[in-house]
C-alpha cells in the first residue's frame, strides 16, 4: 500500500479555517485519496475522498495537486467538536491502511 | 437508516476465555471490515468478509482469531483463550459493494475488549 505522511499534530483556532496536509509521492493512478478522523473514544467518521478533481461536502473539502502527490483537507470554519485524528489514506483495494494521523487541537 | 451497530460496547474476560465481538452492518451492506486499535496505537486491518466468505485475512493473527460473516445475523470475531495483550477496541466497519476505493466505509463505534 503506498504511504501517506501528515504532521504529527496541529493546532488551530475555532471558527478560523485549517488545512490539513497530506503527502503521498508514492501514489498509483488507481488510488483514491480518503480521509477519516477519529474523536476521542468514537470509531472513525469518514470524512471526504477524491480521485483527481477538488471535492466539496458538509463537512470539508478536498484540494487535490495536480501531481496527485499531496492533498490537502480543508476545514472551512473549526468548531470545538472537529477536534479529533484526522487519517489521509490512499485506498486502492477494499482494506483502509491507517497511519498515524494528524492529532487537531481546536483553542476556544 | 440505522448505522453499524456492535455490541457488547464494553467486554471483560478473564485470561484464558473466549471473547465474540458482533457486529451488524449498514442496511443493504454485505461487506464487512474488522479493524483493532490497540491503546495509545493506530487501528489496523484484521479481515474482510462478504456474506459467508473471507476475502482478505491477512490481518489477523494465525492462531486464536477467527471471524464469520453468515449468510443471516451479524458477523462475529471470536477470540479463544483471551491473552492481556487482546485488550484494545475492535472496530467493525461496513460498505455496499466491491470497489477499488471508490466508496467509503461506515464504522461501528467499536468494542473495547478488556482482559484480566
Known amino acids: 500500500d503506498a504511504k501517506t505522511t501528515q504532521p504529527n499534530s496541529m493546532e488551530s483556532n475555532e471558527e478560523e479555517p485549517v488545512h490539513l496536509p497530506c503527502n503521498h509521492s508514492t501514489i498509483s493512478g488507481t488510488d483514491y485519496i480518503h480521509w477519516y478522523r477519529q474523536l476521542p473514544s468514537q470509531g472513525p467518521e469518514y470524512v471526504i475522498h477524491?480521485?483527481?478533481s477538488n471535492v466539496n461536502n458538509r463537512m470539508a473539502s478536498l484540494a487535490i495537486a495536480e501531481d496527485r502527490k499531496s492533498s490537502t483537507l480543508i476545514l472551512h470554519r473549526a468548531t470545538l467538536r472537529d477536534a479529533a485524528v484526522y487519517y489521509c489514506?490512499?485506498?486502492?483495494?477494499?482494506?483502509?491502511?491507517f497511519g498515524q494521523g494528524t492529532r487537531l487541537t481546536i483553542n476556544p | 437508516n440505522a448505522g453499524v451497530m456492535q455490541n457488547p460496547r464494553h467486554l471483560v474476560r478473564r485470561r484464558g476465555q473466549e471473547a465474540r465481538l458482533r457486529c451488524s452492518p449498514m442496511?443493504?451492506?454485505?461487506?464487512v471490515y474488522w479493524y483493532r486499535q490497540l491503546p495509545e496505537e493506530g487501528l489496523k486491518f484484521m479481515v474482510y468478509?462478504?456474506?459467508?466468505?473471507?476475502?482478505?485475512e491477512s490481518g489477523m493473527p494465525k492462531e486464536r482469531f477467527s471471524a464469520e460473516f453468515p449468510k443471516e445475523g451479524p458477523s462475529i470475531l471470536r477470540i479463544q483463550q483471551v491473552v492481556r495483550g487482546d485488550s484494545a477496541a475492535y472496530f467493525c466497519?461496513?460498505?455496499?459493494?466491491?470497489?477499488?476505493?471508490?466508496?467509503?466505509?461506515?464504522f461501528g463505534p467499536g468494542t473495547r475488549l478488556t482482559v484480566t
Open positions: 489514506i490512499l485506498r486502492g483495494a477494499q482494506k483502509l491502511v
Open positions: 466497519a461496513s460498505s455496499p459493494r466491491v470497489d477499488r476505493g471508490q466508496y467509503e466505509q461506515y
Open positions: 477524491g480521485l483527481t
Open positions: 468478509l462478504q456474506k459467508e466468505n473471507i476475502i482478505d
Open positions: 442496511k443493504g451492506h454485505s461487506h
